[in-house]
């Protein structure tokens, strides 16, 4: 689309040179003829370099090579993911994932990240303010904290080099939470929310209410327990995540979050024995939890965070088509003022050329007869008039 749309202005742009160059601009016919044929030859020229320029485009996007990418008129939140557990996110599904609420595409490795938008936004330039990093910290796949907060500190870096050439990128920062007692439900928190709320049909509810809200005995006691889990998931993303993306001691600038986000799962794929997880809750809360389930969930796919994605930017507008047509319309005025001062110059010579007829016509003597020589002159000037 945007190669028809490019093309397509290269072919205006070029109508309205040929109709200022036969019509408006004094030119002499061999110098007419050679004008025009310029600008049919800087049309071709340009179509092609366009479609060269397509083909450069296509083939930067090496790192999604064998997927396909939304149409140019899309318009939700495109997210870039990295982080832990890639591969049982986007599962059989490659590495793009396409829905009605935004767009997911696998970044293979942190250190890519600046490259992987530099060719992103070489396809997709307007893509630019609807951008996203959806970053997935999980505790569960983690077995050592020097390891993870080098990996954070990593991440930041690559990030802020992303949005030091223009591009802000917002974060959200998503974790998943192995339990059984409230699987596959969202609790997310924003930034001035107080406490964590629970997003179980995409609208936000208060913890206690959705905690009040099972219907058996059984159903309260795990969502107590998930209660007391989240709370120490919360607290553990507070001292052992949010510092090295937050603090202002490092040389990069702090990297906040546009939301927060934990899921309840059966499981984490490839959880490593003796986590982080494991290790935190029962340092703090004294509760013992298996490090897996059976082999059946560990090769099931996490879920993605469509509940959350309101909170990032989305494109309002068409704007590929909106810039078209408004450099359409800045050609055609270019256009109409050029024809505009070239009627205006030649009107200005005519003016001038008539003036000065007009001032030796009146500055010859009158003659009373033709045998006179002022009435050869005056007819001379009369003539040139």
């Known amino acids: 689309m945007v190669l028809k749309l490019s093309r397509g202005l290269c072919i205006w742009a070029g109508a309205l040179a040929l109709v200022l160059v036969c019509l408006f601009l004094p030119l002499e016919s061999r110098l007419r003829f050679l004008t025009a044929g310029l600008v049919v030859l800087l049309v071709a020229g340009a179509w092609v370099l366009t479609g060269r320029k397509a083909a450069r485009q296509q083939q930067s996007l090496g790192l999604l090579a064998d997927q396909a990418l939304p149409e140019a008129s899309y318009r939700q939140p495109v997210l870039l993911v990295c982080g832990d557990g890639l591969s049982a996110l986007f599962g059989a599904n490659g590495d793009v994932r396409t ?61 802020a080099v992303v949005r030091r050439r223009g591009v802000r990128l917002p974060l959200l920062l998503v974790s998943y939470l192995p339990t059984p007692a409230a699987a596959g439900t969202w609790f997310s928190w924003e930034p001035g929310q107080k406490c964590l709320a629970a997003r179980e049909s995409g609208t936000p509810l208060d913890l206690a209410l959705w905690q009040k809200g099972a ?27 949010l510092p090295h993306l937050q603090s202002k001691d490092q040389r990069d600038p702090p990297c906040t979050s546009a939301g927060y986000a934990i899921a309840m799962v059966p499981a984490i794929p490839a959880a490593q024995p003796g986590n982080l997880w494991l290790q935190w809750l029962r340092e703090r809360t004294g509760l013992h939890t298996q490090a897996n389930k059976p082999a059946e969930y560990a090769q099931g796919s996490l879920p993605f965070p469509d509940a959350l994605l309101h909170l990032l930017p989305k494109q309002t507008e068409h704007i590929p088509g909106r810039r078209a047509g408004v450099a359409a319309l ?56």
């Open 215 to 241: 219907h058996d005995f059984a159903g309260r006691a795990n969502r107590a327990q998930a209660c007391i889990q989240l709370s120490s998931a919360a607290s553990w993303l507070a001292r052992d995540v």
């Open 330 to 385: 800045w050609l055609f005025a270019l256009a109409t003022a050029i024809a505009l001062a070239s009627s205006a110059w030649q009107n200005l010579l005519l003016l001038r050329q008539v003036s000065d007829d007009l001032r030796r016509f009146h500055a010859i003597p009158q003659a009373e007869h033709r045998g006179q020589p002022e009435y050869q002159q005056q007819e001379l000037a009369m003539a040139d008039r």
């Open 99 to 159: 829905t009605e609420q935004g767009c997911y595409l696998r970044v293979p490795a942190v250190e890519q990240l600046p490259a992987f938008v530099d060719a992103l936004l070489a396809h997709r330039e307007h893509w630019l303010q609807q951008l996203s990093v959806l970053h997935v910290v999980n505790a569960s796949a983690e077995s050592d904290n020097a390891v993870l907060a080098g990996r954070l500190r990593s991440f930041r870096h690559q990030l």
